[in-house]
């Protein structure tokens, strides 16, 4: 008995995942906006210190290091407590080698030394590798940007964008009838190993859009993990496209193929007043008892609103019309022939119509009174 009730259980809880509306879920398929650029801010800080043996730091960027600032972005080293010698390459390319430093001074490699040593400005990332002939000695990286231009690689590979629905997509009369409300997220992801800050996104947005609130956005800081932000507008909903009445008689067939500007799944619904124009009469002779609603050749559920309009709800539109093909049928009863009343005179006896019996009689009543006289 415990085994049914979890069997049950669980298939309940997959219906429901199978019914959970648009509007309480993130969607990665629809169209949202885009990032298509962006710029941030660096200032990052990496500390070696007592280093003897060869050590490696390696700094991905988000940007080109043509990108970062040229003076503020060094390596740094100090002879702290006797002299000392060390060697430096960066990205392959030898910047120092038995470089001299006496006690209690620094030595600074800027980020121009280092691009006119052979560092190209198009790397992203800055491998340092240092080697130190004894341990008195502090090392201080220093990796600085304001506004350095994000590469399409990585907003590629760590901004991701989800929709929710705000209110649901409801099909509308004409192609700019209806509209609907949604929620973008865009997901910046960092595991860089430091924060990045005034982050700065240029946005795209679906063509279909019809509000526009911001050309960009601005997150202020993306820490070492993941932040968020969002943008709401508003987008033209599916619609009408084609209406077809191939009704004959008293069978009706109307058939209606909806448009889409993009994939919709689960979440769309339809309010169908038989009287809106787009229809042109098909719907006049609507019989909702004998009505029979089918969506790409299966049978879909409809309600009957008190004030004599239907509705669909929650289905799927594709971008090709074709494969949004609703077929309603029904049939109404044939019109009641009323008898015509047929006047006294015309009705018949044994035959003969009263008129004719009322002439005869008349007839024969003229020949009784002439025989008398």
């Not at 740094?76 to 000392?84: C, L, R, T, V, Y």
């Not at 430093?101 to 600074?108: A, C």
């Not at 209110?167 to 004409?174: A, N, Q, R, S």
Request: charged share 15%; with cysteine.
């Amino acid at each position: 008995m415990r085994r049914i009730g979890v069997i049950l259980g669980i298939l309940a809880l997959s219906f429901l995942a199978a019914t959970v509306s648009s509007s309480s879920v993130w969607l990665t398929y629809r169209d949202t906006v885009d990032v298509t650029s962006g710029t941030a801010d660096i200032s990052a800080t990496f500390w070696h210190n007592q280093t003897t043996t060869q050590t490696y730091r390696n700094v991905t960027l988000p940007c080109q290091v043509g990108e970062l600032s040229t003076s503020a972005t060094k390596f740094a080293i100090k002879a702290n407590g006797g002299d000392i010698t060390y060697d430096l390459s960066v990205n392959g390319v030898t910047i120092k080698s038995s470089q001299s430093v006496t006690d209690g001074n620094w030595d600074n490699t800027t980020l121009a030394n280092m691009i006119t040593a052979g560092v190209s400005t198009s790397d992203t990332y800055l491998n340092f590798t240092f080697s130190v002939s004894a341990n008195t000695n502090i090392i201080k990286i220093v990796v600085s940007a304001d506004d350095a231009e994000l590469t399409d690689t990585w907003i590629s590979n760590n901004i991701v964008i989800k929709e929710k629905d705000v209110t649901e997509p409801e099909v509308g009369t004409g192609s700019t009838t209806s509209f609907w409300t949604v929620n973008d997220s865009i997901n910046i992801s960092n595991n860089l190993g430091y924060t990045l800050s005034d982050v700065n996104l240029t946005l795209s947005y679906p063509s279909h859009r019809i509000s526009q609130p911001s050309d960009y956005v601005v997150v202020s800081s993306v820490p070492r993990s993941s932040a968020v932000t969002y943008v709401q507008y508003q987008k033209y909903a599916p619609y009408v496209y084609k209406v077809k009445d191939e009704s004959s008689g008293d069978s009706h067939k109307v058939i209606v193929y909806i448009k889409t500007r993009e994939l919709l799944t689960n979440c769309v619904d339809w309010t169908i007043n038989p009287e809106d124009e787009v229809y042109d009469g098909a719907f006049d002779n609507l019989d909702t008892s004998t009505l029979t609603v089918k969506y790409n050749n299966v049978e879909k559920d409809f309600t009957v609103n008190d004030d004599g309009t239907i509705t669909i709800e929650d289905f799927t539109v594709r971008e090709q019309y074709t494969l949004n093909k609703f077929v309603f049928t029904w049939t109404t009863a044939p019109a009641e022939v009323v008898p015509t009343e047929v006047p006294w005179y015309e009705q018949t006896y044994f035959g003969i119509q009263a008129w004719m019996l009322i002439a005869i009689a008349i007839f024969l009543i003229a020949i009784l009174i002439a025989a008398r006289r």
